[in-house]
């Protein structure tokens, strides 16, 4: 009882710390806000405004009705270009597609000669190179089924395939983003901001004040964990309620309570991380190296940016360390697929396992680590 | 001597104000030229600032003030006048490189003033002979002792033979030997540069005896001015200390009764402390050397020495904050031992650095602390109102600690100390920069708290007068006990006048014993002094080449340059990292992005279960793109599948699908695919209709259809740069690009920020460097490791992630350097607009790396992007760098291709430069 005293007075002048600083303050409000917003607005779809041309050698009705065909948002207004220009235009990345339209093709679409359409793809962007190619394919074939049929009759073929998106109908893609921004900055923060903490009362040398009372370690780690941990879920929360439900607004299929429940466990995992970091790391260059290295994994390799199945195998088994990705199935799946406890269970206790041992191993290298500092 | 053509300094009507308090108030007042200038006064009366002030680091706010005669508000007349001025800050080797050693410090200092090489070396060899340096100049200034600190930053003043020398209390926390040498040498200075005015502060009164002129401060004004003896005349004072008081207004004079100390009375009985061959060693260094020593309970035992001889050390290990090497340290009969909270509860501890909470206020640090000893409420509220009685506290209740004078807080610190009423009081250098007024006050508390209520109390000390009043005192010097009995056996014992006499003769006994050690720190034998004095003057000197040239000097930037890898170098951990961390980020991210979408979990809900259906399904199976899961039996199941993520695709195919399709019905299979993702939906649906499309292709050709003459036309993607479409020739050329901005930005901004924290920023503030050359000089060192870091990760990115470099290395590697220098300016930025390392490292990540990865085109193209999202790609450096790295890898462009990036990228660099430098001001606030 009187350890979690302690710990409540503690975290109480933890939350004072923070606050009373006008740069942390602004930077972690722009970081649930502007930040969330401008990621998640800027990553639309996949393909979006697509930069493509044409080289028409047709000139005919059908070559023309292909290119208006290819209209924002998926692409630009395509530009016509010479045959020559492609190479060039394509080094320099004016386009990302070129259509070629060879001549006589709408006389040889009508003869049934089966012209052939080539389409440059700059495949240095891998997503997009696939997803434009066929959507590019699917343009031109509909417009010529048209000229050859004169009418928006479709073909009709023995089976018929209906593809629906289940949790996301039509696809929006701000969705997925606007999330993943929020798991990546709750994951950077806590951890700077709670390393940072124990760094700074070094520097300060009030942590050395703390260590001659009768303060255990675990106190002390604690009260910072769960103070920091507690101002990023609180920012986490209104960013949840104000940006992304109100003003992106985003739906959240599953319980907000189990939200919040994950959210708090994952915290504590990655407060224990940026602790561990601080208790590690000797000068601040030093934190802030290691920072880097543990923060660019964790936001990038987490599940967001690639989902995890699709990771090499010999990173799959990395990654399983990182909490960050036991949280971004657990939020994917209550936030889009409206899963409760009995599914998410496994997540939630893989991220309290990993969060106790980052803590107990700050706990364990807490003394040693002030006694070297001098 | 007094009088002297014109003043070195006039100041008239000058006042500075940090946020509301006037630290400099309303001053008017004309310094002498030519003498040794005294400034007195207690701590935080405005004499650091005043000097800071004339001495040009400090911009002024109002009023008017000449230096050397001219205005320096004026720039250019700070320009001509800097070389001549000498500035040393306040506190031990403020503005020495704690990692450079001795010969470097000077060596740089000499640089900034621009001399040659070979005037460098005969300066250096001069100054340290006579100061006693010249063995030491391989030692880094960090492992000094305080003394010799002291003696390093008066050489590297004087490197550039100053008119006026401007010492900032250059002896507080020096051991009286130290500080007996220091002023002979000041004063051998002064006999051969008599032209040399100086100017000092001090806390010591005695010291201020042998000063020319005084200046006594108080509150930010001067009190008054004038010969030590005409002061001690104007008051009828004996000494200056009481000469000092009596200048006060009344109000601050305090009681000025003579603090009594009871005796000790002599209980016996077990000792409260009690330390055994206490040793402590830092690597090779050997902090505390077999220490041992007993205090019995109810006395007040000093610790005296100079900084740095080991007090703090060892009242660590007794406390149980640092582990001991060797020996043995028990407290109250107990062990010491780092978990035992019982102990602790007995003692309070005050450590040296002021360790309160500076954002909570004066009642809110006094309840933190009576909550955390577990105080009752009432309990609490009855200490805190005896504690702020008794410590008159009270009207400073609800102020800041923070803002709180030095006195004050010193009493704020004892009185959390002893908020639990503690047994033992342990008190590291408590009065260290008080005002000997509140000095006296505070020992009154002292005296109460151990003849009263009967506390041990352990303080340490560098006060000679403070020191007297213990019960017993122990002398340290370089981390052993010299000696310890009561303070006036020692007196007697050694025959002298004073302790502080009797320190120095136990000082210059240690030193006898062992002057052959080169571990000796102030190992000057008394005769060196004269006889260097006359080597001062022998030697003849080139003139000094301050006044040549005030424009932008290359070799005062690569002094810079030098001094940073100096830095670098000697912390080889941070190297490691930088270098072998952006390594292992390259493999980890280069293979763990994949773009590729693959193995997709799916499942099949088969209502039919006809050959039909299964021919349906076959076109899945076996596919590198999907994997296939158990097979669901219910709609439900497939709900809760995609819902535990337990499978991300579901074909459903409809009870009937094989008669319906015999009968050319048009059956229709469902794909339900889950859309969190929706980069991966999009995908996932571009697999389904292929596959599809496949199979209708399929059966076609079993009816006797050949399919491919159906369509009326043929499609011929063509994937350029890029055939086989694998993401890593994407992400390969990418990620370095991420690694090349942060770790540079990073590793600046902290290299910068620690130069304003430590305060070593000083030396640009009060020497001759331009804006440019301290940013561009700091900045090479950082550009040099990101170049070698680029080499490290373009080979890797050849050789181990196999994606070779089709196009321009020369193109690519001159992106890199402009792209580099942007990385390290914005550091730059970063670093002057904010005031701590925590903050330049906190704002540098949470700024570059959201942009980097999502608004560069890492994974999507910064053209396809919208909005806030679209223009900061625009504006980052990392986006014309990935476009670059990509198109001189995969695209293979020639250096005349890449030249558009290139430009873009070389405008970053001086852009940010420029806008730091405006940040940046050559003058402290």
Same mark, same amino acid.
């Given at each position: 009882?009187?350890?979690?005293?302690?710990?409540?007075?503690?975290?109480?002048?933890?939350? !004072?710390?923070?606050?009373?600083?006008?740069?942390?303050?602004?930077?972690?409000?722009?970081?649930?806000?502007?930040?969330?917003?401008?990621?998640?607005?800027?990553?639309?779809?996949?393909?979006?405004?697509?930069?493509?041309?044409?080289?028409?050698?047709? $000139?005919?009705?059908?070559?023309? =009705?292909?290119?208006?065909?290819?209209?924002?948002?998926?692409?630009?207004?395509?530009?016509?270009?010479?045959?020559?220009?492609?190479?060039?235009?394509?080094?320099?990345?004016?386009?990302?597609?070129?259509?070629?339209?060879?001549?006589?093709?709408?006389?040889?679409?009508?003869?049934?000669?089966?012209?052939?359409?080539?389409?440059?793809?700059?495949?240095?962007?891998?997503?997009?190179?696939?997803?434009?190619?066929?959507?590019?394919?699917?343009?031109?074939?509909?417009?010529?089924?048209h000229?050859?049929?004169?009418s928006? @009759?479709?073909?009709?073929?023995?089976?018929?395939?209906?593809?629906?998106?289940?949790?996301?109908?039509?696809?929006?893609g701000?969705?997925?983003? #606007?999330?993943?921004?929020?798991?990546?900055?709750?994951?950077?923060?806590?951890?700077?901001?709670?390393?940072?903490?124990?760094?700074?009362?070094?520097? $300060?040398?009030?942590?050395?004040h703390?260590?001659?009372?009768?303060?255990?370690?675990?106190?002390?780690?604690? +009260?910072?964990?769960?103070?920091?941990?507690?101002?990023?879920?609180?920012?986490?929360?209104l960013?949840?309620?104000?940006?992304? *439900?109100t003003?992106?607004?985003?739906?959240?299929?599953?319980?907000?309570?189990l939200?919040?429940?994950?959210?708090?466990?994952?915290?504590?995992?990655?407060?224990?991380?940026?602790?561990?970091?601080?208790?590690? #790391?000797?000068?601040?260059?030093?934190?802030?190296?290691?920072?880097?290295?543990?923060?660019?994994?964790?936001?990038?390799l987490?599940?967001?940016?690639?989902?995890?199945?699709s990771?090499?195998?010999?990173?799959?088994?990395?990654t399983?360390f990182?909490?960050?990705?036991?949280?971004?199935?657990?939020?994917? =799946?209550?936030i889009?697929?409206?899963a409760d406890?009995?599914?998410?269970?496994?997540q939630?206790?893989?991220m309290?396992g990993?969060g106790?041992?980052?803590?107990?191993?700050?706990?364990?290298?807490?003394?040693?680590?002030?006694?070297?500092?001098? | 001597?007094?009088?002297?053509?014109?003043?070195?300094?006039?100041?008239?009507?000058?006042? $500075?104000?940090?946020?509301?308090?006037?630290?400099v108030?309303?001053?008017?007042?004309?310094?002498?030229?030519?003498?040794?200038?005294?400034?007195?006064?207690?701590?935080?009366?405005g004499?650091?600032?005043?000097?800071?002030?004339?001495s040009?680091?400090?911009?002024?706010?109002k009023?008017?003030?000449?230096?050397?005669?001219?205005?320096?508000? +004026?720039?250019?007349?700070?320009?001509?006048?800097?070389?001549?001025?000498?500035?040393?800050?306040?506190?031990?080797?403020?503005?020495?490189?704690?990692?450079?050693?001795?010969?470097?410090?000077?060596?740089?200092?000499?640089?900034?003033f621009?001399?040659?090489?070979?005037?460098?070396k005969?300066?250096?060899?001069?100054?340290?002979?006579?100061?006693?340096?010249?063995?030491?100049?391989?030692?880094?200034?960090?492992?000094?002792?305080? /003394?010799?600190?002291?003696?390093?930053?008066?050489?590297?003043?004087?490197i550039?033979?100053?008119?006026?020398?401007?010492?900032?209390?250059p002896?507080?926390?020096?051991?009286p030997?130290?500080?007996?040498?220091?002023?002979?040498?000041?004063?051998?200075?002064?006999?051969?540069?008599?032209?040399?005015?100086?100017?000092?502060s001090?806390?010591?009164?005695?010291?201020? *005896?042998?000063?020319?002129?005084?200046?006594?401060?108080?509150?930010?004004?001067?009190?008054?001015?004038?010969?030590?003896?005409?002061?001690k005349?104007?008051?009828?004072?004996?000494?200056?200390?009481a000469?000092?008081?009596?200048?006060?207004?009344?109000?601050?004079?305090?009681?000025?009764?003579?603090?009594?100390?009871?005796?000790?009375?002599?209980?016996?009985?077990?000792?409260?402390?009690?330390?055994?061959?206490?040793t402590?060693?830092?690597?090779?260094?050997?902090?505390?050397?077999?220490?041992?020593?007993?205090?019995?309970?109810?006395?007040?035992?000093g610790?005296?020495?100079?900084?740095?001889?080991?007090?703090?050390?060892?009242?660590?290990?007794?406390? /149980?904050?640092?582990?001991?090497?060797?020996?043995?340290?028990?407290?109250?009969?107990?062990?010491?031992?780092a978990?035992?909270?019982?102990?602790?509860?007995?003692v309070?501890?005050?450590?040296?650095?002021?360790?309160?909470?500076?954002?909570?206020?004066?009642?809110?640090?006094?309840?933190?602390?009576?909550?955390?000893?577990h105080?009752?409420?009432?309990?609490?509220?009855?200490?805190?109102?005896?504690?702020?009685?008794?410590?008159?506290? !009270?009207?400073? %209740?609800?102020?800041?600690?923070?803002?709180l004078?030095?006195?004050?807080?010193?009493?704020?610190?004892?009185?959390?100390?002893?908020?639990?009423?503690?047994?033992?009081?342990?008190?590291?250098?408590?009065?260290?920069?008080?005002?000997?007024?509140?000095?006296?006050?505070?020992?009154?508390?002292?005296?109460?708290?151990?003849?009263?209520d009967?506390?041990?109390?352990?303080?340490?000390?560098?006060?000679?007068?403070?020191?007297?009043?213990?019960?017993?005192?122990?002398?340290?010097?370089?981390?052993?006990?010299?000696?310890?009995?009561?303070?006036?056996?020692?007196v007697?014992?050694?025959?002298?006048?004073?302790?502080?006499?009797?320190f120095?003769?136990?000082?210059?006994d240690?030193?006898?014993?062992?002057?052959?050690?080169?571990?000796?720190?102030?190992?000057?034998?008394?005769?060196?002094?004269?006889?260097?004095?006359?080597?001062?003057?022998?030697?003849e000197l080139?003139? +000094?080449s301050?006044?040549?040239?005030?424009?932008f000097?290359?070799?005062?930037?690569?002094?810079?340059?030098?001094?940073?890898?100096?830095?670098?170098?000697?912390?080889?951990?941070?190297?490691?990292?930088?270098?072998l961390?952006?390594?292992?980020?390259?493999?980890?991210? #280069?293979?763990?992005?994949?773009?590729?979408v693959?193995?997709?979990?799916?499942?099949?809900?088969?209502n039919d279960?006809?050959?039909?259906?299964?021919?349906? %399904?076959?076109?899945?199976?076996g596919?590198?793109?999907?994997?296939?899961?158990?097979?669901?039996?219910?709609?439900?199941?497939?709900? !809760?599948?995609?819902?535990?993520?337990?499978?991300?695709?579901?074909?459903?195919?409809?009870?009937?699908?094989?008669?319906?399709?015999?009968?050319?019905?048009?059956?229709?299979?469902?794909?339900?695919?889950?859309?969190?993702?929706?980069?991966?939906?999009?995908?996932?649906?571009?697999?389904?209709?292929?596959? $599809?499309?496949?199979?209708?292709?399929?059966?076609?050709?079993?009816?006797?259809?050949?399919?491919?003459?159906?369509?009326?036309?043929?499609?011929?993607?063509?994937?350029?740069?890029?055939?086989?479409f694998?993401?890593?020739?994407s992400?390969?050329p990418?990620?370095?690009?991420?690694?090349?901005?942060?770790?540079?930005?990073?590793?600046?901004?902290?290299?910068?920020?620690?130069?304003?924290?430590?305060?070593?920023?000083?030396?640009?503030?009060?020497?001759?460097?331009? !804006?440019?050359?301290?940013?561009?000089?700091?900045?090479?060192?950082?550009?040099?490791?990101g170049?070698?870091?680029?080499?490290?990760?373009?080979?890797?990115?050849?050789?181990?992630l196999?994606?070779?470099?089709?196009? +321009?290395?020369?193109?690519?590697s001159?992106?890199?350097?402009?792209?580099?220098?942007?990385?390290?300016?914005?550091?730059?930025?970063?670093?002057t607009?904010?005031?701590?390392?925590?903050?330049?490292?906190?704002?540098?990540?949470?700024?570059?790396?959201?942009?980097?990865?999502?608004?560069?085109?890492?994974?999507?193209?910064?053209?396809?992007? @919208?909005?806030?999202?679209?223009?900061?790609?625009l504006?980052?450096?990392?986006?014309?760098?990935?476009?670059?790295?990509?198109?001189?890898?995969?695209?293979?462009?020639?250096?005349?291709?890449l030249?558009?990036?290139?430009?873009?990228?070389?405008?970053?660099?001086?852009?940010?430069?420029?806008?730091?430098?405006?940040?940046?001001?050559?003058q402290?606030?």
């Open positions: 009882m009187k350890t979690w005293i302690n710990i409540f007075w503690l975290g109480i002048k933890e939350l !004072r710390s923070v606050f009373s600083d006008l740069v942390m303050v602004i930077l972690i409000i722009y970081s649930f806000s502007l930040a969330i917003y401008s990621q998640a607005t800027a990553t639309s779809e996949s393909v979006n405004n697509a930069s493509i041309a044409i080289v028409d050698e047709d $000139h005919s009705t059908l070559s023309r =009705a292909i290119a208006n065909a290819l209209y924002p948002p998926y692409f630009k207004t395509p530009e016509l270009i010479s045959p020559a220009e492609i190479d060039a235009s394509m080094d320099l990345d004016r386009f990302m597609f070129v259509v070629q339209i060879p001549p006589q093709f709408e006389e040889d679409v009508r003869r049934g000669r089966q012209p052939s359409v080539q389409i440059d793809i700059d495949a240095t962007a891998v997503t997009q190179a696939s997803l434009g190619n066929s959507y590019i394919q699917n343009i031109v074939v509909d417009e010529v089924n000229f050859i049929n004169r928006d @009759e479709t073909t009709v073929y023995p089976v018929t395939l209906v593809q629906r998106r289940a949790f996301n109908p039509n696809g929006t701000m969705w997925f983003g #606007a999330i993943n921004a929020l798991i990546n900055q709750i994951s950077m923060i806590t951890i700077i901001l709670t390393g940072a903490a124990l760094l700074r009362e070094r520097e $300060h040398g009030t942590i050395e703390l260590l001659v009372m009768p303060l255990s370690s675990f106190q002390i780690v604690m +009260s910072k964990v769960l103070a920091n941990g507690l101002i990023i879920l609180v920012a986490f929360s960013s949840m309620l104000i940006v992304v *439900e003003i992106l607004d985003v739906p959240i299929s599953g319980s907000r309570f939200l919040v429940g994950g959210t708090t466990i994952y915290l504590f995992a990655a407060a224990a991380i940026g602790i561990f970091l601080g208790t590690i #790391a000797r000068t601040m260059a030093q934190f802030a190296l290691l920072m880097i290295m543990v923060i660019i994994p964790i936001t990038m987490s599940g967001g940016l690639t989902p995890i199945e990771q090499p195998e010999i990173i799959q088994p990395v399983w990182l909490p960050s990705r036991h949280y971004m199935s657990f939020a994917q =799946a209550v889009f697929r409206g406890i009995t599914i998410i269970w496994p939630l206790l893989i309290i990993l106790s041992i980052f803590f107990s191993a700050s706990l364990g290298l807490f003394r040693r680590s002030i006694a070297v500092s001098r | 001597m007094a009088e002297q053509d014109r003043p070195i300094a006039r100041i008239q009507g000058v006042t $500075h104000s940090y946020k509301k308090v006037h630290a108030d309303d001053i008017t007042l004309d310094i002498p030229s030519g003498l040794m200038v005294g400034l007195l006064g207690p701590d935080g009366v004499k650091s600032t005043l000097m800071g002030l004339i040009g680091a400090r911009k002024l706010q009023g008017h003030l000449e230096v050397l005669g001219g205005d320096m508000t +004026s720039v250019d007349h700070r320009k001509t006048v800097g070389p001549g001025i000498a500035y040393m800050p306040q506190g031990l080797g403020k503005n020495l490189y704690a990692e450079l050693s001795v010969e470097e410090n000077l060596d740089f200092f000499g640089k900034l621009g001399q040659s090489t070979s005037e460098r005969t300066r250096i060899e001069r100054l340290t002979k006579a100061t006693g340096l010249h063995p030491f100049l391989s030692r880094p200034a960090g492992k000094l002792s305080g /003394g010799m600190k002291q003696k390093l930053g008066l050489c590297c003043s004087l550039h033979d100053p008119d006026l020398l401007i010492l900032d209390e002896t507080t926390g020096v051991d030997l130290s500080r007996r040498q220091f002023w002979a040498l000041i004063a051998t200075i002064r006999k051969e540069r008599p032209n040399m005015s100086v100017l000092v001090t806390a010591y009164m005695d010291e201020a *005896e042998g000063f020319d002129w005084l200046v006594a401060m108080d509150a930010g004004q001067v009190l008054d001015t004038g010969t030590p003896e005409s002061l005349e104007k008051t009828g004072a004996e000494d200056l200390e000469a000092f008081v009596r200048l006060l207004p009344e109000s601050k004079r305090g009681d000025m009764s003579e603090l009594v100390i009871p005796p000790l009375e002599e209980k016996g009985g077990e000792p409260a402390i009690v330390a055994k061959n206490l402590r060693r830092f690597g090779d260094f050997t902090a505390v050397d077999n220490v041992s020593f007993e205090i019995q309970a109810g006395e007040i035992f610790f005296l020495g100079s900084n740095g001889c080991g007090k703090t050390t060892t009242m660590k290990m007794l406390t /149980g904050l640092l582990p001991v090497s060797e020996g043995e340290a028990y407290l109250f009969g107990h062990s010491v031992n978990d035992d909270l019982e102990t602790r509860k007995r309070g501890f005050m450590t040296q650095a002021f360790s309160l909470y500076g954002e909570l206020s004066v009642e809110q640090n006094l309840k933190l602390h009576a909550r955390l000893f105080l009752t409420p009432e309990k609490t509220a009855e200490r805190i109102n005896t504690l702020v009685e008794r410590f008159s506290l !009270r009207e400073h %209740l609800g102020v800041l600690a923070s803002s004078p030095l006195g004050i807080r010193q009493r704020l610190s004892l009185a959390v100390a002893v908020i639990h009423e503690p047994e033992m009081l342990i008190l590291d250098e408590p009065t260290s920069g008080v005002d000997p007024i509140a000095r006296d006050g505070f020992w009154e508390l002292l005296v109460e708290l151990s003849r009263k009967k506390v041990t109390i352990f303080i340490s000390t560098h006060f000679m007068n403070e020191a007297l009043r213990c019960d017993r005192i122990s002398l340290m010097h370089a981390g052993r006990v010299l000696v310890y009995d009561e303070p006036k056996h020692l007697e014992a050694k025959g002298a006048a004073s302790l502080e006499e009797a120095i003769g136990y000082l210059e240690a030193i006898g014993d062992k002057s052959d050690e080169a571990n000796n720190d102030s190992a000057i034998p008394a005769t060196s002094l004269a006889e260097t004095a006359v080597g001062l003057s022998d030697v080139p003139q +000094s301050e006044t040549k040239k005030q424009g000097s290359l070799n005062r930037l690569l002094a810079y340059s030098y001094r940073e890898i100096m830095e670098v170098m000697r912390d080889p951990v941070r190297m490691a990292f930088a270098f961390g952006s390594s292992l980020l390259l493999i980890v991210i #280069a293979y763990g992005i994949s773009l590729d693959e193995d997709l979990t799916y499942a099949a809900l088969d279960k006809t050959p039909e259906s299964r021919e349906y %399904l076959s076109n899945f199976e596919s590198r793109y999907f994997s296939e899961q158990p097979a669901l039996t219910s709609k439900e199941e497939l709900e !809760r599948r995609l819902k535990s993520n337990d499978i991300t695709l579901a074909i459903e195919i409809p009870p009937g699908f094989g008669r319906d399709l015999k009968k050319g019905e048009t059956p229709s299979v469902s794909a339900w695919i889950d859309g969190a993702n929706t980069t991966r939906a999009g995908t996932i649906a571009g697999y389904v209709s292929g596959a $599809h499309i496949h199979y209708l292709t399929q059966l076609a050709t079993n009816a006797g259809v050949d399919a491919s003459a159906v369509s009326k036309v043929t499609l011929e993607p063509r994937y350029r740069y890029n055939p086989s694998e993401t890593i020739y992400m390969g990418k990620t370095p690009a991420m690694l090349l901005l942060l770790f540079p930005a990073i590793l600046m901004a902290v290299s910068m920020a620690r130069e304003k924290e430590i305060g070593t920023i000083t030396n640009f503030y009060v020497t001759p460097t331009s !804006r440019f050359e301290f940013l561009l000089g700091k900045q090479l060192p950082y550009i040099a490791i170049i070698v870091n680029f080499i490290i990760l373009t080979l890797l990115v050849v050789f181990l196999d994606v070779p470099l089709k196009g +321009s290395l020369l193109g690519l001159l992106g890199a350097l402009f792209y580099i220098f942007a990385a390290t300016s914005f550091g730059l930025l970063i670093s607009v904010t005031k701590s390392q925590v903050a330049a490292v906190f704002a540098t990540a949470i700024l570059s790396i959201m942009p980097t990865i999502n608004f560069s085109g890492l994974v999507q193209p910064t053209s396809t992007m @919208e909005g806030g999202g679209h223009l900061i790609g504006l980052w450096p990392a986006t014309y760098y990935m476009h670059l790295s990509v198109a001189a890898f995969t695209k293979g462009l020639s250096f005349s291709e030249m558009g990036d290139i430009l873009l990228l070389a405008v970053f660099g001086p852009i940010l430069v420029i806008i730091a430098a405006t940040f940046l001001k050559k402290e606030a």
